[in-house]
Structures are given as structure tokens and as C-alpha cells.
């Protein structure tokens, strides 16, 4: 990540722009659910819905995790 006026230089646009951020942490028995609390704020705190988002990416290194995600939001793990 560079400051928004280096990834102007030289006519570049900078390919994305942080809009929010939140932070949540869990147990190592509770860890599926904790994605989904950070999630809800950033929607909120953006005015954005699930519906509105096109991509999403998570780092989520368990299957179990990433599948826990999908079910808590209503997403299509498939899609």
C-alpha cells in the first residue's frame, strides 16, 4: 500500500479505495462465526448491503471457517 498521491503519479489510479475497516476476535472453539462480526459493522458503517457487493475475498485458511461464513451471511459458498 502506498499514499494515495504515489499511486497517482505518473497518471496511475490507484485500483481500489479502503472504505471501512472493523476488527473481532474469538475463541479457537468460536472461531467460524467472527468473520461475520466484522462484516455487519463495515456494511453498516458504509451503508452498503450484501447485495451491493459484487467480489468478496476473505483469508480464511479453514473451509469450516470460510463455510460458516457463507451460512451465517446467506451466502453461496458455490457462487
Excluded: I, K, W
Amino acid at each position: 500500500m502506498r499514499p494515495g498521491h504515489q499511486g497517482r503519479d505518473g497518471g496511475r489510479t490507484p485500483p481500489a479505495r479502503l472504505q471501512a475497516t472493523a476488527v473481532s476476535a474469538g475463541t479457537p472453539v468460536a472461531e467460524g462465526p467472527v468473520p461475520v462480526t466484522a462484516t455487519r459493522p463495515v456494511l453498516t458503517r458504509t451503508g452498503l448491503a450484501l447485495a451491493d457487493v459484487d467480489t468478496a475475498a476473505g483469508n480464511e485458511p479453514f473451509t469450516t471457517q470460510v463455510l460458516a461464513y457463507c451460512a451465517e451471511l446467506g451466502l453461496d459458498p458455490e457462487a
